[in-house]
């Protein structure tokens, strides 16, 4: 079984500042992650996801975040944030190893919120 | 580009009564998962179809039931509905099973159980 732990439920941070959310899973086999954002009353949407290849992965809206296996971690980060970033951000991991067992396992989130 | 669409978006019911959510994937998405997420949680998942077979079961209560039909929609059907089962209920679509296969999320069905 796999599960997510983002470190901090709360990130406030001021607008053009640099931000980094936290995510580390644990796990038996090797995994896929993600990245979701979910806006105020919204579904979820993919920022990035890593699969395999390069560590540092690039997503939507400037985000991108990088894989360490020997930490098992898989922070995201955005250089210089906008009020528009405000939302929830959920860290999730599914198997990679087949079977059938393809669902997500997501983080408690985290909610950045930017402020002018 | 079409997105998935689920129904209804809002739905109110009382303790004991019965309820049922409805998915509509994105076109040739043949996998349907159903996640459940309560007030300030994450997302729990439910349960899942691939090609009209159930493929995945989560932590889904017995009181619930899901299947997917021929032309891959998905409904969950919800019995003897407790106020603990108030929540946003999430579908998502993906071409293919595989845990490389993006799930796309709907917008979220709130149920409020009074």
């Known amino acids: 079984a796999q599960s997510v732990t983002q470190l901090d439920s709360q990130v406030p941070v001021f607008e053009e500042a640099p931000v980094e959310l936290r995510c580390n899973y644990s796990?038996?086999?090797?995994?896929?992650l993600f990245w979701y954002v979910q806006y105020p009353n919204q579904g979820l949407q993919l920022l990035l996801k890593y699969l395999s290849g390069s560590t540092l992965v690039k997503g939507i809206n400037g985000f991108e975040a990088e894989f360490n296996k020997s930490q098992t971690s898989f922070h995201l980060r955005k250089p210089s944030v906008h009020i528009s970033d405000t939302a929830e951000y959920f860290c999730?991991?599914?198997?990679?190893?087949?079977?059938?067992?393809?669902?997500?396992?997501f983080g408690k989130g985290t909610l950045l919120t930017v402020n002018p | 580009a079409a997105g998935v669409i689920q129904s209804p978006r809002h739905l109110i019911k009382e303790k004991r009564e019965t309820a049922t959510l409805k998915c509509y994937p994105i076109?040739?998405?043949?996998?349907v998962y159903w996640y459940q997420q309560g007030p300030g949680q994450d997302p729990q998942f439910l349960i899942s179809?691939?090609?009209?077979?159930?493929?995945d079961k989560g932590s889904i209560p017995d009181r619930f039931s899901a299947q997917q039909f021929s032309d891959y929609h998905s409904e969950l059907n919800m019995s003897s509905l407790e106020l603990g089962d108030s929540a946003l209920y999430f579908c998502?679509?993906?071409?293919?099973?595989?845990?490389?296969?993006?799930?796309?999320f709907g917008p979220g069905t709130r149920l409020t159980v009074l």
């Open positions: 076109p040739r998405h043949d996998t």
């Open positions: 179809f691939y090609e009209k077979m159930q493929s």
């Open positions: 998502a679509s993906s071409l293919g099973p595989g845990s490389d296969s993006e799930q796309f």
């Open positions: 796990s038996s086999v090797s995994v896929y």
């Open positions: 999730a991991v599914s198997e990679s190893s087949g079977g059938s067992n393809y669902k997500l396992t």
